[in-house]
């Protein structure tokens, strides 16, 4: 209980930190009233600007109003989106269900393919697959996620005109911003795995294990793999986050309607409150699932004593 206790200790930690930051984006280009008003202050008087910096309470000492923003931030409110003319926390929840669908598929798609193809290149050292799948492991990190999605834009979409290349509604909208995200994570899941697994079965208890005429596939999937889940269950966690978190491009390029593309665009248009909202959402989701991953750790493996 006492790590458990930390971990969620940690977790708040890491938000406060992220809490900080987002409400310092409204100071790092300059009066925040200026850069809110945006052209219209050139068309202001002084005397107008004031009235709206009191308005917004920006002439407050800053730790007041890092309080006064904390407290409200608390009770989901972030204030109104300048573009929309709605709470800024409802653009975000209202954007965040595509998010979560698009990032639910390409983690389903990297666990999929990363794992089989590392327990396989594992089970086959220095031979024709594990070469092959090392091969497109290394492609795969080092293919940049932005010019991979526009490269299944011209292939697939322009060129074959097989799937959309923008847009959201159906399952086809999904394949190419599933496949352009899902890519890092699948080498990166896949070389762990298989470095992880060939660790374990130098083990004195893998041979004990094959010594007792215990089946190879018993061995590999009850003995090696089980006890190789812990850095690939870090990874996973890690995962989770990234694709939450690293679908602002992926979303931008593919015209994906979630919260990545509306905090880019809600930043082009200084709309800072909805990228507060934002970015403060994303890190308390991307805190919970590395938590609720830490906790898991005891059932992975028994051995591990929280708190010792």
Known sequence: ?????????????????????????????????????????????????????????????????????VGNALQGDFGNSFVRHQPAFEVITDKLPATIQLASAAFVLSLLISIPLGVLSAMNPHKSLDRIATLLAIIGQSI?????????????GVHLKWLPISGSGTWQHIVMPAIALAAFPIARNMRLTRSSMLDVMQRDFVRTARAKGISETRVVYAHVLRNSLLPIV???????????????????????????????????????????????????????????????????????????
Do not use: C, H
């Not at 971990?7 to 930690?13: A, G």
């Not at 940049?144 to 697939?156: R, V, Y």
């Open 144 to 156: 940049p996620g932005f010019w991979l999605g526009i490269l299944l834009i011209l292939f697939f």
């Open 1 to 69: 209980m006492s790590y458990v206790t930390r971990r969620l200790l940690q977790s708040l930690i890491v938000v406060f930190g992220v809490s900080v930051v987002a409400f310092g984006m409204l100071f790092m280009t300059g009066d925040p009233a200026e850069v809110i008003l945006g052209e219209s202050a050139d068309r202001m008087t002084v005397a107008q600007i004031q009235e709206f910096r009191v308005k917004m309470g920006f002439d407050r000492p800053w730790f007041v109003q890092y309080a006064s923003f």
């Open 234 to 308: 870090t990874a996973i966690g890690l995962e989770a986050g990234f694709l939450l978190g690293g679908s602002v491009i992926t979303e931008t390029i593919f015209g994906w309607p979630g919260v990545g593309r509306e905090i880019v665009s809600a930043i082009g248009s200084k709309d800072f409150y909805v990228v507060q909202a934002g970015v403060i959402m994303l890190a308390l989701i991307f805190s919970a699932v590395n938590l609720l991953i830490d906790i898991a750790y005891s059932w992975i493996d028994p051995r591990i004593r929280y708190g010792s």
